[in-house]
């Protein structure tokens, strides 16, 4: 199996390592016509039985308990994001991993997955350079180190609303199954062909150029990241206009003194013990 090994910069006092898997049998063909296109992230199921959406069938054994996975997705995000950091690959955050950012920099404690998008060169490069490329992190916590991979959509290239396939890419963590979710932003054309201002996802989802780029430079879960210009605008759009403004949510309130999410349980628990 012939291979190619990238060093990349630290992540938070962590090393990582890169090896491209280049063996014809692992490889996603990636220019190959498939007709017709068939939905290449499965929902994972398991003794005939789904038990969790957001679990890569071929990673996951079971579902974590709600703490052991918010620090999984946590590792996610935070290894992603450094990872095309150092690929020179530029991505910004979206969905759900866009609101934690606006509830305190943070992964929301419900989620169980994580978003980015990218453009369609990023994805093309992605694609070209590091499909299936196995990367390996060695952080605190973890000292035995964790193996990430990268795996392009192989219908990436079609920019056609296709709900099925609207992942284009995504970033697995190979011990537990959970999963990055990367979305390709594409430019909408004119009736004439040429590039419109407006934006437009696989799943259906449109944005004024505007409203993206120029990206704003922030923090999320300790490291740099990327969020779209009007970032209350793409988060309304969204989820609506309470969503950034409700602190009760999925059993939870937020606590503006520590700026977190806390379950309703251990808020009654405290206030008995009180």
């Known amino acids: 199996m012939k291979s190619t090994v990238v060093l990349l910069s ?59 996975q918010n620090d999984a997705v946590r590792v996610l995000i935070q290894t992603c994001l450094a990872t095309l950091s150092d690929l020179g690959v530029e991505a910004w955050l979206m969905h759900g991993s866009l609101l934690g950012w606006w509830w305190g920099q943070r992964v929301l404690p419900w989620d169980s997955d994580a978003d980015i998008q990218i453009s369609e060169n990023g994805l093309s490069f992605l694609a070209a350079y590091y499909n299936m490329t196995m990367f390996f992190y060695q952080y605190s916590g973890v000292p035995e180190g964790r193996r990430f991979r990268l795996q392009v959509n192989p219908h990436y290239k079609d920019a056609t609303i296709d709900p099925d396939n609207a992942v284009d890419a995504r970033w697995i963590d190979m011990q537990t199954g959970l999963y990055v979710d990367i979305t390709g932003l594409r430019h909408m054309t004119n009736a004439d062909g040429s590039p419109a201002k407006m934006l437009h996802d696989k799943s259906g989802d449109v944005y004024a150029e505007n409203s993206i780029f120029p990206l704003r430079e922030t923090m999320f879960e300790g490291v740099h990241a990327f969020i779209p210009y009007s970032f209350k605008d793409v988060i309304a759009n969204k989820y609506g206009d309470k969503a950034l403004t409700d602190t009760e949510f999925n059993d939870h309130v937020f606590n503006e003194k520590i700026m977190q999410w806390e379950p309703k349980t251990t808020i009654k628990e405290a206030q008995v013990e009180l």
């Not at 220019?31 to 996951?60: C, M, S």
């Open 10 to 68: 630290s992540l938070l006092g962590a090393s990582a390592l890169a090896t491209r898997n280049t063996s014809p049998e692992l490889s996603l063909s990636l220019g190959d016509e498939q007709q017709p296109l068939a939905k290449h992230y499965n929902d994972v199921w398991l003794i005939g039985t789904r038990f969790h959406p957001h679990y890569d069938p071929h990673f996951a054994s079971r579902p974590l308990p709600d703490a052991e």
